[in-house]
C-alpha cells in the first residue's frame, strides 16, 4: 500500500476546532478500518479513533465527546472533526490504514495497520 496522505493541521486556540482529513490509496470503502493516532513531544504514540468498512467508530476516552470520525466515500477521505481542542491534544497526528479484514471493532492499536501516512502537527496554544 502507498502511504495515506494527511491534511488540516494547524494552530488553533484552546477551545478552538480543526478537520483534518485523510487521503488513503484507493477506495476508502476497501479498507476494513482506517485510524487516527497522534504522538505528542515525549510521549508514545496513542490511538484515538479509527473507523470501520461499515461505519462503526471507537474513541479513546479523552477525546469522546469532542472528536468525530467519518468517511466520505464519494470523495475517497476520511476526517477527523475536532472540537473543544486543548492544550493536551498537541501532537502529529497519523492517519494509519488497513486492508486486511479482521474480527470485531477497528482497532486502536499501532500493529494492527499496515500503512501509516507522514502526519500533520496540530498544536492549541493560546
Known amino acids: 500500500q502507498a502511504q495515506p496522505v494527511e491534511s488540516g493541521g494547524g494552530l488553533v486556540q484552546p477551545g478552538g476546532s480543526l478537520r483534518l482529513s485523510c487521503a488513503p490509496t484507493?477506495?476508502?470503502?476497501?479498507?476494513?478500518?482506517l485510524g487516527w493516532f497522534r504522538q505528542a513531544p515525549g510521549k508514545e504514540r496513542e490511538g484515538v479513533a479509527c473507523i470501520s468498512n461499515i461505519g462503526g467508530t471507537i474513541y479513546v476516552d479523552s477525546v469522546k465527546g469532542r472528536f468525530t470520525i467519518s468517511r466520505d466515500d464519494a470523495q475517497n477521505l476520511v476526517h477527523l472533526r475536532m472540537n473543544d481542542l486543548q492544550p493536551e491534544d498537541t501532537a502529529v497526528y497519523f492517519c494509519?490504514?488497513?486492508?486486511?479484514?479482521?474480527?470485531?471493532?477497528?482497532?486502536?492499536?499501532?500493529?494492527?495497520?499496515?500503512?501509516w501516512g507522514q502526519g500533520t502537527q496540530v498544536t492549541v496554544s493560546s
Open positions: 494509519a490504514s488497513r486492508l486486511t479484514p479482521g474480527l470485531g471493532q477497528c482497532p486502536l492499536v499501532q500493529y494492527e495497520y499496515e500503512s
Open positions: 484507493g477506495f476508502t470503502y476497501h479498507y476494513w478500518s
